[in-house]
């Protein structure tokens, strides 16, 4: 395992974090379905004996429950990973899910996840999205206070365009910020990943494997059998005429990571540790056995060949996911 420093903090993660939104099990809007407790513990104790050593979570995960699983496996661990969690989601007794980034609710907010963790301090606390953008100063000037408070260590932002940093700046310095970052999402190429390396912010990106699309996991048949609860199921990239086209670019990328031993999920991640910008990915784990697969991607460094090939790749599908008429 390799670990990168976060930005300017003294925070040093493992190049692979640990992602526990599917810990939050069935039920709620955005579930991943149904999730079973013990195989959550068991993945996230497996995982840190693989030498990840910090987990990324929210609040809003399971409506709390993804926080108090990492709470009950983290409890009795002789050296606890970093805990990054976010904030800014709230719900009513029916689930129904909404942003709230009020001074009052973010003071109220972090008690709970303290709560539901089991621990005194938050080593990283997100503003899970800038909703409602307009009381973000508001929310970065509360959780600049939890810091003189000792609530948390440090503070980053998640889903946050550049714009949005420069206007909180100036209220406290960015630790962090955690955008959507795949072979499938390039967005952050263009400006993020330049601006923060400029004010050496932090970088953990999430959905490295695009949900689990680039796993090779997925095709017409594998996806109808997802839970009827699982929220890819109406993911535009899970569905035709899509789901097509980036199978067949997974099956390239499978030939690929064969060559080498290696599974099209450890390409996935190795392609995007390529970039020095990004500190760690966060890959979404649900049994021991996925951070198994996994874990070997953190010791690979892609060859200038290969970046240039699958360069080619991405450009093909950008090309037939345009000639549908979608915008990406």
Request: aromatic share 8%; charged share 30%; glycine share 8%.
């Amino acid at each position: 395992m390799q670990y990168r420093r976060l930005g300017w903090t003294d925070l040093k993660l493992s190049v692979i974090g640990f992602g526990s939104w599917a810990l939050g099990g069935g039920g709620w809007r955005f579930s991943w379905g149904p999730q079973d407790d013990e195989d959550s513990i068991k993945a996230i104790r497996r995982a840190m004996e693989l030498g990840v050593n910090w987990i990324d979570t929210a609040a809003v995960y399971g409506l709390g429950h993804s926080e108090e699983i990492v709470g009950k496996a983290i409890k009795d661990l002789s050296e606890r990973p970093i805990i990054a969690t976010k904030c800014g989601r709230v719900w009513d007794e029916n689930g129904n899910i909404r942003g709230e980034l009020s001074r009052k609710s973010l003071k109220r907010q972090v008690d709970d996840s303290l709560r539901r963790l089991q621990v005194d301090v938050i080593d990283l606390y997100q503003i899970h999205w800038p909703d409602p953008d307009e009381y973000i100063e508001e929310a970065w000037s509360t959780m600049a206070d939890l810091v003189k408070d000792g609530k948390v260590r440090y503070i980053g932002v998640s889903n946050f365009s550049v714009e949005q940093m420069k206007r909180i700046e100036k209220i406290h310095p960015i630790a962090s910020l955690q955008p959507p970052y795949s072979m499938l999402r390039r967005e952050v190429e263009s400006e993020i990943l330049p601006y923060c390396k400029e004010k050496n912010i932090g970088v953990v990106v999430y959905s490295p494997m695009q949900k689990g699309l680039l796993t090779g996991k997925y095709n017409k048949e594998t996806v109808k059998q997802l839970a009827p609860d699982d929220h890819r199921r109406t993911d535009p990239m899970f569905n035709e005429p899509q789901l097509s086209i980036n199978v067949e670019l997974v099956e390239k990328l499978k030939g690929l990571a064969e060559k080498y031993g290696r599974t099209t999920s450890q390409l996935a991640i190795a392609w995007i540790l390529r970039r020095p910008e990004v500190t760690s990915a966060i890959v979404g784990i649900r049994r021991p056995s996925q951070i198994e697969d996994v874990a070997p991607a953190a010791d690979w460094n892609l060859s200038e060949e290969d970046i240039r090939l699958i360069e080619v790749w991405l450009k093909e599908r950008e090309e037939k996911i345009k000639n549908l008429g979608v915008i990406i």
